[in-house]
């Protein structure tokens, strides 16, 4: 297992004592899923903490037959429990694996000890939760604030890798515009 990039992204949020860092060692597994692989939120959530080793990831809601796509998460990157979400938004919720992936996770048993002996462990999640919301927050207001060409500008920025991973349709349905609209947008931009 890749014990590096997991252990570099928890040093991004705070200093892990000794201990933290081997217990989590200890427990941590490695689940792999397959490119186009679905599955239910509830199923992935199966520990309050996952990474992403490897891979890129879709979070989207389905209603009435009616999907939304909400999130895009991609490697190197932490994940808290989600499960709740279908609670409050009266929706079904679903991550797709928009390429081979592997996500690093531990059984909900170890839960409360990490809790219990591990004081920064907290204060952790708390800080994962900050930043979970936080992006939800600002695709929230970029869909309600700014026009579909800076939408279109700001995703080309920070995940271009998105247009070879899934359908311009899905992309379209993130960024809240038109399919047509998003194939003009793009081939704007490939002529510049």
Known sequence: MENENYFKRIEFYLRPSHALKCY????????????KQTIKIDELF???????DKGTLRLYA????????????Q????????????????KEF????????????????????LYKLFDEFGGFVNKLYQHQIAELILHATSLAHLSSTARF????????ELFNLCELKI???YLG????????????AVKR
């Not at 490697?75 to 009266?90: C, G, I, Q, V, W």
């Not at 500008?153 to 995940?159: I, P, R």
């Open 171 to 173: 992309i379209a349905n």
């Open 62 to 73: 389905v209603k009435e037959e009616e999907e939304t796509t909400i999130l895009f998460w």
């Open 46 to 52: 199966c520990s309050s903490l996952l990474f992403i």
């Open 75 to 90: 490697k190197n990157r932490f994940l808290t429990s989600l499960l709740m979400l279908e609670e409050y938004a009266e």
């Open 94 to 113: 679903y991550v797709e694996f928009l390429e081979d992936s592997t996500i690093i996770r531990y059984k909900e048993i170890h839960t409360s000890n």
């Open 177 to 188: 515009i038109h399919p047509k609209v998003l194939s003009r947008l793009r081939a704007k």
């Open 24 to 35: 989590l060692n200890y427990i941590k597994r490695e689940d792999k899923f397959e490119k």
């Open 153 to 160: 500008n700001n995703l080309m920025k920070s995940k271009p």
